[in-house]
């Protein structure tokens, strides 16, 4: 199990919502959400609020379908001073640099990463194993999909893992 020590106490992992494909002469990077992604966010988004998941911290991709799907959840969380971090690192990164980030994301008891496949189904792994994995998402991470785990802690206050509390789809 990697070490992702406290805090966060809570992670959240928001795969961004369904995007187009990239039109020609268009950059991955610049892919907009499509109608139904458009959709997806927002229903996630007031799916995670009427639940009362609120994070201390978002930390999202720079990618447009990232940013357009971060702007679903700001509208949802709005007059709450939740900071908003948009990180070039995240695109196309490895599960390495969501696990950094996370580790070096500072005081913030919990923490929203929005950001992409394979690395958010392969973060999920790591933190809360493969039987989770296969179990609450059998079809895969799909768009708009958001886990929440909290850390589990050992008799003497160590980290001893993460346990899923929830996956949210749209």
């Known amino acids: 199990m990697p070490a992702v020590l406290p805090p966060p106490f809570r992670?959240?992992?928001?795969?961004h919502a369904s995007?187009?494909?990239?039109k020609p002469g268009e950059t991955d990077f610049d892919r907009a959400l499509n109608?139904?992604?458009?959709?997806?966010?927002?229903?996630?988004a007031d799916k995670a609020l009427d639940k009362g998941y609120r994070p201390d911290l978002v930390l999202s991709s720079t990618a447009r379908r990232c940013r357009e799907t971060a702007d679903a959840l700001a509208r949802g969380l709005c007059g709450m001073d939740v900071p908003f971090r948009f990180i070039d690192a995240l695109y196309n990164a490895p599960v390495e640099t969501y696990l950094e980030l996370l580790q070096s994301s500072g005081p913030a008891a919990s923490v929203m990463m929005i950001g992409h496949n394979p690395?958010?189904?392969e973060?999920?792994?790591?933190?809360?194993g493969?039987?989770?994995?296969a179990s609450a998402i059998p079809q895969g991470y799909p768009p708009?999909?958001?886990a929440v785990l909290d850390a589990i802690t050992g008799n003497d206050d160590t980290r001893a893992g993460w346990h899923l509390v929830d996956f949210v789809a749209a």
């Open 11 to 15: 992670i959240f992992l928001l795969r």
């Open 19 to 22: 995007a187009d494909w990239a």
């Open 35 to 44: 109608g139904h992604g458009y959709a997806e966010a927002e229903v996630v």
């Open 119 to 121: 690395a958010m189904e």
């Open 123 to 128: 973060l999920l792994h790591l933190l809360a």
């Open 130 to 133: 493969g039987d989770v994995l």
């Open 144 to 146: 708009a999909g958001l």
